[in-house]
């Protein structure tokens, strides 16, 4: 199965500063997806298909990426931002995830 | 608006099975999509569990083949996970979701605990 690695695995930021999180798959990915969780509730998606917002998303999120190496980058963190986000594959069987990046409100 | 909830009981002896229900409303299951279970085990791993087509064919991850079964009953509008011979590993948050490549639509989650 295909490993998908994140780092890091825990970051604070302040308001207002460009955030990029990162994604590294074990064998060439078609697409990645990522997902926003915040405490007690389940995972939204996020970003499906590398760079495309989910509904409601906010524009100050992007996604970038291929094969093994992918990103999710923050234009200008807010404080509602703070979650854990984590990355997902579906290209290879069985579908795999990230192990999660949490990210923290400085 | 589509909504998914899981339901089931919320503690679970070791060695016997956990079944869970997924109600889907909003959405016919049969129309379209795949119909995923996804677990997140506490330290916050996340492992795809397996899921029903909207065909009725299922599909499990490897690590649960000979244990897990995903069932469905479509005058209900609902989907099922069984998982057998569970052990402490099993104790985690399960989620349905609906796909296929991403999962646009998730439960709640309920927690189950595997403990005598």
């Known amino acids: 199965e295909i490993v998908l690695t994140q780092s890091p695995t825990t970051m604070a930021a302040s308001p207002g500063e460009k955030v990029t999180l990162t994604c590294r798959a074990s064998?060439?990915?078609?697409?990645m997806h990522w997902y926003q969780q915040r405490s007690g509730t389940s995972p939204k998606l996020w970003i499906y298909?590398?760079?495309k917002l989910a509904s409601g998303v906010p524009n100050r999120f992007s996604g970038s990426g291929s094969g093994t190496s992918y990103s999710l980058t923050i234009n200008s963190m807010e404080t509602e931002d703070a979650a854990t986000y984590y990355c997902?594959?579906?290209?290879?069987?069985?579908?795999?995830f990230g192990a999660g990046t949490k990210l923290e409100l400085k | 608006e589509i909504q998914l909830q899981e339901s089931g009981p919320g503690l679970v002896k070791p060695s016997q099975s956990l079944s869970l229900t997924c109600s889907v409303t909003?959405?016919?299951?049969?129309?379209?999509?795949?119909w995923s279970w996804i677990r997140k085990f506490p330290g916050n791993k996340m492992e795809w569990m397996g899921y029903?087509?909207?065909?009725?064919?299922?599909n499990y991850n490897p690590s649960l083949k000979i244990r897990i079964s995903i069932t469905r009953d479509t005058s209900k509008n609902q989907f099922f996970l069984q998982l057998n011979s569970v052990t402490t590993e099993d104790t985690a948050t399960y989620y349905c979701?609906?796909?296929?490549?991403?999962?646009?639509?998730w439960g709640q989650g309920v927690m189950v605990t595997v403990s005598s």
């Open positions: 979701a609906r796909a296929p490549y991403y999962f646009d639509y």
């Open positions: 909003g959405y016919t299951i049969t129309s379209g999509y795949d």
């Open positions: 029903i087509s909207n065909s009725g064919s299922t």
């Open positions: 064998s060439s990915v078609s697409y």
């Open positions: 298909e590398t760079s």
């Open positions: 997902q594959q579906g290209s290879s069987y069985p579908d795999t």
